[in-house]
């Protein structure tokens, strides 16, 4: 039997969430729930899905559902989490967990409660290139760990919530530093745990959308007296920035998925797509050839599907969102307070 999925939410996430699920065996997505009836059924229609639906408990409590992937705003997670664990569906939810650390633990102990299997969909600890690192770092090629860069920027997010600081948690930081909490957490080993945090945020560019920081620089150090040093933006132009540096007593490390691209090309006409959030399309551009693969979409989709199948607990769990919830509350107390702040154990 294969493992049967609804898919909550059919936006931009959802849409990378079935590239990624499209080349993994044993799998079939039954049902796609959205808050309206013309996206759900454009959603389903687009992608073969024999299913949609406008109530969310409706699609989430189908027999016929084994899997339930949440791909909706950071506001109805713990909703669409609360549904999940009453129905004893497994569960696996986009970044950020949620809004705050309170938040994020209520709904680990829903899941646990519950008895399920639960994943945190946080694509940059399953991108290839990111993987490949850690591979380095265990070998002990990079020899001790000292310090970590990583940086996501771009013009601006593509949907309406994220703007709102009351539906999302907060801004940039909350929305691209999530990815880079946890990948420090993945470099380093879970193990290493974060002591406390320094940020800085500000609204530099977009007054008349947000009342949230558009621009952040957050500093984590380590029990291991490692430190991560995160940089986000919302007003770089020129289509999406994602790159990590790591840095060990023994050696270096660097991806870089954006700019890096093996693909060039100039037209004076529009190209069409090229990647993520480009800011455009003629000219030079660098086309990122199989985005949902160079993410990490394919590979973290393989995983929660196989994990589910053979009842195995996912290597990023609810857990992984809280502890990435909390650095995310000391980053922005220390904004408030300009002072380091410790992290919740």
């Known amino acids: 039997m294969p493992v049967r999925i609804a898919v909550l939410g059919s936006g931009f996430v959802s849409e990378f969430y079935m590239q990624g699920l499209k080349e993994v065996p044993g799998q079939e997505v039954v049902v796609n729930y959205s808050r309206g009836a013309e996206r759900a059924r454009a959603f389903a229609e687009r992608w073969g899905i024999p299913h949609w639906s406008t109530e969310m408990a409706a699609a989430v409590g189908r027999p016929d559902v084994d899997l339930v992937l949440i791909g909706l705003p950071n506001d109805v997670h713990l909703e669409a989490t609360r549904l999940a664990a009453r129905a004893r569906k497994h569960v696996v939810c986009t970044k950020p967990l949620a809004r705050s650390g309170a938040e994020a633990a209520e709904m680990l102990a829903l899941v646990e409660e519950a008895g399920i299997l639960h994943g945190y969909a946080e694509t940059e600890v399953f991108s290839p290139a990111v993987i490949r690192v850690r591979e380095m770092i265990a070998s002990g090629?990079?020899?001790?760990?000292?310090?970590?860069?990583s940086r996501e920027a771009h013009s601006g997010p593509h949907a309406p919530h994220f703007?709102?600081?009351?539906?999302?948690?907060?801004?940039?930081?909350?929305?691209?530093?999530?990815?880079?909490?946890?990948a420090f957490r993945y470099f380093l080993g879970k193990e290493d745990r974060p002591l406390e945090c320094i940020a800085w945020g500000d609204l530099l560019v977009h007054r008349e959308r947000t009342r949230a920081e558009d621009n952040a620089v957050a500093m984590v150090r380590f029990a291991s007296g490692a430190l991560g040093v995160a940089e986000v933006s919302w007003s770089a132009l020129g289509g999406l920035d994602l790159r990590n540096e790591v840095y060990g007593d023994r050696g270096a490390a660097f991806t870089d998925v954006t700019r890096g691209t093996p693909v060039r090309a100039f037209s004076q006409q529009s190209t069409g797509y090229?990647?993520?959030?480009?800011?455009?399309?003629?000219?030079?551009?660098?086309?990122?050839?199989?985005?949902?693969?160079?993410?990490?979409?394919?590979?973290?989709?393989?995983?929660?599907?196989?994990?589910?199948?053979?009842?195995?607990?996912?290597?990023?769990?609810?857990?992984?969102?809280?502890?990435?919830?909390?650095?995310?509350?000391?980053?922005?107390?220390?904004?408030?307070?300009?002072?380091?702040?410790?992290?919740?154990?």
């Not at 090629?141 to 860069?149: I, K, S």
């Not at 857990?319 to 307070?337: E, F, H, K, W």
């Open 141 to 149: 090629t990079l020899g001790r760990l000292c310090t970590m860069r």
């Open 163 to 182: 703007w709102d600081p009351e539906r999302a948690g907060g801004g940039a930081l909350m929305d691209m530093g999530c990815h880079m909490f946890e």
């Open 274 to 345: 090229i990647l993520e959030k480009a800011d455009a399309a003629s000219g030079w551009v660098f086309p990122v050839p199989d985005e949902a693969r160079v993410y990490g979409y394919h590979e973290e989709m393989r995983h929660f599907v196989e994990c589910v199948a053979t009842g195995q607990p996912p290597r990023e769990t609810y857990a992984d969102g809280l502890a990435v919830n909390r650095i995310a509350d000391a980053c922005y107390r220390s904004m408030q307070t300009k002072r380091w702040e410790a992290v919740e154990a």
